[in-house]
C-alpha cells in the first residue's frame, strides 16, 4: 500500500473543513495541496480534463470569507466524473466523438458550489458509463489506488481512484448496476449509491435513464452521508426526481436484523480469500449485535440477468444510436458489442421483462418485511487489468453479480471498506436497503466501517474515532421557519422549548409566494410556484433534535405542512409550506419579501 509524507494533515471532509473554520489551513492551501498530490500521483488516466490551477485557487481565496465558513463543504476540492455536466468543464462520457461543451451545471455539481465545494476537474470512466471494470476507454487506465496490477474498477474509475489516492477527499460517480461500489471496494473506499431519484440527474449523460443516479465516494460514511444530504432534494428539471426526505443518522438500532444468503447461495469463482473475508464481514456484524437472517438470493440473482439479458440494454443504445451509424469506430469496441445489442429488442420483450421485474419486485419486498438491511459481498473476487483485457465481457459480468440487481428493484446501497486481504487485495461488503433508506444504511455503516479500523484509501492514514452523533449534528434535523415561528415571534418559543436552536437567516429561491392566512395568531403560508415565477423568501433555519422535530412536526396543524424548501444558493431543507385550497381568501403578501416586513406594516397601520 502507498504512504506519504504528511498524513497527519487532515484527508477526510470533516476534518478539513474543521481546519478550515479553525484558520489552520485555508481553502487556498488545500487547493494547492490537491494539485501537488495530482502532480506527485503521476497518472494521467484519472482525469479526462483538469482546471488551471491558478483558477482554482483563486476561487477557493475568494470563499475564505466569514460567511462562507458556515458552509458544509467549505473549501473542500472535489473531482467529477466525466458523463456529469460541470461549467467550464467539455462533457466526454470517455469519447472524443461526443464531446460537448455544457452552458451551466448538472443540478448535483450546482448544489456542491453553492455548499462550498470547489471542482477540481472531470474524471475518467468506461466509456458511456458501461462497464465494472475501469478499463475501457481511450483516455488510458486509471491506476488501482492500492496495487498497481489490479483493474481500478468501473465505471466510475477515475472517480474512485482519486479518493482512494487521496488526490481529493471526495468525487461524484454514477451507479446503474455498480459502478459506484465495485471501484469502491478496489480502492479501499466507500461508495455510497443514493435511492433512485433522491439525487437529480439533470445534467447527467443517460447510461440507463430509468436507473441511473449519482453516486458519492468518500473515506467515510460521514463524509458520505454530508455530501448526500448537501445533494439530496427535488428537481424540476428531472422528471425522474422524487422528494424523498433524507432522515437523520443514528446511533446503531438496537434488534438489527441483517440478510445474508442461505447457505450455498453465494458465488465467489473460486476466491476462497474472498470468500473469508466475507464470513469475518459477518462475525463482525454479530459481534457488533445484529441478528444474521438467512434469505433466498435467487430472485435477486434472476432480476439481475435481466440488466444485460433483458431491454434495458436498448437504454444505453439509445444514447449512442446516431453515433453507432455514424461513426461506430468512435466506440470502444467492447461498448460497441454490449449497446448494439439493443437495437434488436422488440417492445414485447420489453413488456414481458417488465412483467417479470414486478414480480421480482414483490418478493423484494417480501424479503424485507422480516429483514432491515441485507449485507453482501460488493464484488465476488477482484482481477487484474492483464485478466480482464483478456477476458473483458465475462469477468466484468462477474463483478456485477452483487451489483446489478439493485437499481431495478429500487434499492439503495452503501458499499464499505471490510479487510484487506493478506494478498494485498481489498474487499469489502455492501449493505442494501428499500427506497427511502438511505439514512438507516449509513447509521449501521459508520460503526461497521469503524469498527473494522481500516486505514483509509490508500495513503495509510488511520481512522479518526467515529464523532459523536449529538456532537457532529448528525442527529439534528433542520427546519426553515418563514412566519411565526422566527425569532422574536408569536410562536418561536414552541422551537426554543424543544432546545431549537438558530442556525441562520436566509432567503428561499425565487420560486415561492406568500399569503397572509386568516388565523389566530397571524400566520402566513408560503407556497411553492414554477421556478422563477415567484420571489425569494426571508426565513430562518433552525436545527432540532430528530426526536424534536417528530415532536414539532406532528403539532403543525392544518393547513400547514411541512416540505422541501429550495434555498437561493440551491441548498435544500424541510420547511413550513402551504396547502393551496386554503388560499382563496388569503391575502398575496409576497411583495413584502418576508413576514416580518408585512407585520410591520400592520402593527403601523
Known sequence: MRAEMGAEQPETIAAIVA???????????????????????????????????????????????????????????????????????PTTAACPAFTYTPTHDSTAVQRLRAAGAIIIGKTNLDQFATGLVGVRSPYGIPRNAIRDDLIPGGSSSGSATAVGAGLVPLSLGTDTAGSGRVPAMLNNIVGLKPSLGMISTAGLVPACRTLDCISVFALTVDDAALALSVMAGPDQADPFSRDRPLGAITPLPANLRLGVPRSGQLIFFGDKKAEAAYADALKRWTALGATLVEFDLEPFYETARLLYEGPWVAERYLVIRDLLASAPDTIHPVTREITAAGARLTAADTFSALYRLQGLRKIAERTFTHIDALVLPTAPTAYTTAQVLANPIELNSRLGTYTNFVNL????????????????????????????????????????????????????????????????????????????????????????????????????????????????????????????????????????????????????????????????????????????EVLGDARDITAYGGWRKYMAETATA
Open 19 to 89: 481546519a478550515h473554520r479553525a484558520g489552520t489551513l485555508t481553502p487556498a492551501q488545500t487547493v494547492a495541496r490537491t494539485y501537488q498530490r495530482i502532480r506527485d500521483h503521476n497518472d494521467p488516466a484519472v482525469f479526462i480534463s483538469l482546471r488551471d490551477e491558478r483558477d482554482a485557487i483563486a476561487e477557493a481565496e475568494k470563499l475564505a470569507t466569514r460567511e462562507a465558513a458556515t458552509l458544509p463543504l467549505y473549501g473542500v476540492p472535489v473531482v467529477v466524473k466525466d458523463n456529469i455536466d460541470a461549467l467550464g468543464f
Open 409 to 580: 428493484l429500487d434499492l439503495c446501497g452503501l458499499a464499505l471498506p471490510a479487510a484487506m486481504r493478506a494478498d494485498g487485495i481489498p474487499f469489502g461488503i455492501t449493505l442494501l436497503a428499500p427506497t427511502g433508506h438511505d439514512a438507516l444504511l449509513a447509521s449501521i455503516g459508520r460503526v461497521f466501517h469503524a469498527d473494522t479500523k481500516l486505514t483509509l484509501g490508500a495513503k495509510g492514514v488511520a481512522q479518526a474515532a467515529l464523532t459523536p452523533l449529538a456532537a457532529s449534528g448528525i442527529d439534528e434535523i433542520r427546519i426553515a421557519v418563514v412566519g411565526a415561528h422566527l425569532s422574536g415571534m408569536t410562536l418561536n418559543g414552541e422551537l426554543k422549548a424543544l432546545n431549537g436552536q438558530l442556525i441562520e437567516a436566509t432567503r428561499t429561491a425565487a420560486d415561492y409566494k406568500l399569503y397572509a392566512l386568516k388565523t389566530t395568531p397571524p400566520k402566513p403560508g408560503m407556497l411553492r410556484v414554477e421556478a422563477g415565477k415567484g420571489a425569494s423568501i426571508e426565513l430562518e433555519i433552525w436545527s432540532l433534535s430528530s426526536s424534536a422535530f417528530g415532536k414539532f412536526v406532528n403539532a403543525i396543524p392544518a393547513p400547514m405542512a411541512i416540505g422541501t424548501v429550495r434555498l437561493a444558493d440551491g441548498r435544500s431543507v424541510k420547511g413550513f409550506l402551504v396547502e393551496p
